[in-house]
């Protein structure tokens, strides 16, 4: 399975959450790409399932997260899971308050997560119907001690049920 996983940063915990959850395919013998929109942003990708992530910017994504979503050629992505992350903060360094407030978040509107999966509806697909928030401790990080092994995790629910979608589009074909 090719997984393409799309995301901005602005203090770098994004990219090291996207890099985390490249870890998690490639360790499962699946192709990862990693985009880095600040380095370009290729609107032609093709995979079976992506990951579109952002740092939470007063409840929204960034505005290169955006411009990408509003761009990118979406026919190749029409019934394939489209995954919406991002990093939200500050949050508690206790682990368990951080847990909690995570919890709190659920599946928001208010979060770079929630502004990627109206983005993707708005395109007329259809986004994974659970977010991922990774927690940073700090207005500009780091990252949380457990937020690389909460996206390995997270990624790899996504790529079980992914790998499930595309399967039962075969046997429907």
Do not use: C, Y
């Not at 380095?39 to 995979?47: E, F």
């Not at 939470?56 to 979503?69: H, V, Y």
Request: no cysteine.
């Amino acid at each position: 399975m090719k997984v393409v996983i799309v995301f901005d940063t602005v203090h770098g915990s994004t990219g090291e959450v996207a890099e985390a959850i490249a870890e998690e395919v490639r360790s499962g013998g699946d192709e990862a790409e990693v985009v880095d929109l600040r380095a370009s942003m290729p609107l032609d990708l093709s995979g079976d399932l992506m990951f579109v992530g952002s740092p939470t910017r007063a409840g929204r994504m960034t505005k290169r997260t955006a411009e990408f979503l509003r761009d990118f050629v979406s026919g190749p992505w029409r019934g394939r899971r489209i995954v919406a992350f991002d990093t939200v903060g500050p949050l508690s360094k206790d682990p368990e308050k951080r847990r909690e407030a995570l919890r709190r978040i659920g599946n928001t509107t208010r979060s770079a997560a929630g502004t990627i999966q109206a983005a993707v509806e708005s395109r007329g697909l259809t986004p994974a119907p659970e977010q991922m928030h990774l927690p940073v401790t700090g207005l500009w990080g780091p990252l949380a001690p457990d937020a690389r092994d909460m996206a390995r995790e997270l990624a790899r629910k996504h790529l079980d049920d992914a790998r499930r979608e595309l399967q039962e589009n075969v046997q429907l074909a």
